[in-house]
């Protein structure tokens, strides 16, 4: 288990940012009672309130719950989260309280270490209803661990909102703070190595089911030839039932390959010294039986 937040409390009414940002006007009632709400809830107790480093997974993946990877340029690539929410409560006045966990995960060491250097914080991810103002939130889905979180006494809020900095503004505020640059500068490497890895990870993926996809399409070829009447072949849609697939087809292969088959050698023609056709030895065939008789 990772590193543990103390309780973390801010005010949905109250920013504590005047000068950057973007301002919030929630439909408090509504809002508090997405968060308490029973599904809410559940995806705390469950465990499965996840969130990433920044929000850009989740508007690269275009969705609102935490999955683990998505298509990206015809290709799927995971990318592991860096937050779990462990407690989550609104009350009637709009301030809310969470515990947040630090994952063992790449992302969540370098959220981790940027907490511990008292840069950054946490930026919440719900959705609201269209043209609605103030916003009537629908859905509250997790925190994000970003640069500059919109609520300053979260160090988080999301139409779907997301509630990190953004702005005119916001390249200077970085800009101005060296220590913030300095780190953004960094997961940015991180970042980059960490899918330059994961896609070279997928293309070894995509060789290695080509191979097998070749070599079971030659084994079920040679067999649908060489067995007629052999017993059909198990197909399942697990990774296990693949391996179990193949030594299926293994399997029958080398029964066929080791079974004791008669052996065929065409009737000759005695006096022309040439193999008889078909035809002819089949007709030779049956005066044999009847000559027998």
């Known amino acids: 288990m990772g590193r543990v937040t103390g309780e973390i409390t801010y005010n949905l009414a109250d920013r504590g940012r005047t000068a950057v ?7 408090m009632q509504s809002a508090v009672r997405v968060i ?20 850009l997974p989740r508007t690269l993946f275009n969705t609102c719950r935490p999955v683990m990877g998505g298509l990206v340029g015809g290709k799927y690539v995971t990318i592991d989260h860096a937050v779990r929410t462990l407690k989550l409560k609104a009350d ?35 959705t609201a209803k269209p043209r609605t103002f103030p916003y009537v939130a629908l859905g509250f889905f997790g925190y994000d661990y970003v640069t500059e979180p919109n609520y300053d006494e979260n160090r988080g809020y ?20 060296d220590s913030i640059a300095a780190f953004s500068s960094r997961q940015s490497r991180e970042a980059s190595q960490l899918i330059r890895s994961m896609l070279g990870h997928v293309d070894q993926m995509t060789e290695a089911m080509a191979a097998l996809r070749e070599e079971n399409d030659a084994l079920i070829d040679r067999l649908a030839r ?22 299926a087809c293994l399997d029958q292969f080398r029964h066929v390959n ?33 000559s027998a008789r």
């Open 21 to 27: 940002g973007s301002s919030r006007d929630w439909d």
């Open 36 to 55: 308490n709400s029973p599904a809410t809830q559940e995806m705390v107790e469950k465990g499965d309130m996840l969130g990433y480093l920044e929000h």
């Open 92 to 126: 009637s006045d709009g301030t809310v309280h969470h515990v947040a966990e630090f994952l063992d995960t790449e992302p969540g060491e370098v959220a981790e270490r940027a907490d511990r250097l008292r840069v950054g914080g946490f930026s919440s991810f719900m």
């Open 158 to 177: 999301a139409r779907a909102v997301l509630d990190s900095v953004q702005g005119e503004d916001a390249d200077e505020a970085i800009m101005v703070l």
């Open 226 to 247: 060489q067995s007629m009447g052999a017993a059909p072949v198990p197909v399942m849609d697990s990774v296990s039932g693949t391996r179990t697939f193949r030594q």
């Open 258 to 290: 080791t079974a004791d088959l008669a052996v065929f050698a065409p009737a000759r023609d005695h006096g022309a010294d040439r193999p008889l056709s078909p035809e002819e030895s089949l007709r030779r065939s049956r005066r044999n039986v009847w």
